[in-house]
């Protein structure tokens, strides 16, 4: 399978630590990732290190090395409960919202990239994944035409925009021949072990005759993602991406429960 990387919630306040380590992965790679840039982060989990003077110019550079970059909401700040199309979650700074107060938002984060930083983008990024029909009609709107997220094995188009799917299981993406998918990060919270889990995927998808699990895994930039055919989605295919997201958010509930009920159990 064909495997693109997406690194969410970059910020000036990010984790550079982070960010530099997981780059030098990426530059030894060879891989061109997608990066979710909020335009006016007002997120403090999203603060790990002070602001960075440097940030927007190493923005535009990394864009100029060819990195695609999207805009990743607008404060990154959930102001509903609803999971809209996609409810990986049940939060959401768009989904619930009308669509005055959305369209409004996302010109703004599209004005502030634009004008503010130059910073040029069609692609949008949900923060928590969470989206509605009014969500896609603002983007539509000002001129967004592209979507991270979703599942499936190939681009679709939905609504009038184009979706880029992510992967519903890393482990089993590795199993598959053929399509294409994105791996979701966040950098500030990623762990010494998942850290050493990619390292040793991007070793393995760049020598692919090992046959072993990874053998046929292909880890490519994400400009080369936006380069491949979208097919129409239907109505079917919504209400199964709909409740392949739901069961998905139910199991993360359950095991963050069963995780909270050990801990009790210590206490
Ligand atoms: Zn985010």
Redesign the pocket.
Known sequence: MNITIRL??VTPGMDRGKFIQFKKLLDNAGVKPLI?VVPDNRDSMLNIDSDEAAFWDEVNDLKSEGWTVAM?GLH?VYSTKSGGLFPLNHLSEFAGRPYEEQASDIAEGRRILEEVHGISTDIFMA?AHSYDRNTLRALRQNKFSRITDGFGTDPYEYEGMTFYPISENRNSCLDKLSGWTTFVIHLNTMTDGEFKWYEELFAKSSTPASGSRGGHTAIRSYSDYLMQPAAPRGFSGHVREYLLASAKRCIVARRAASIDKVRDSNI
Do not use: E, R, S
Request: proline content about 17%; glycine content about 16%.
């Open positions: 969410d919630d979710g990743h990154h923060p």
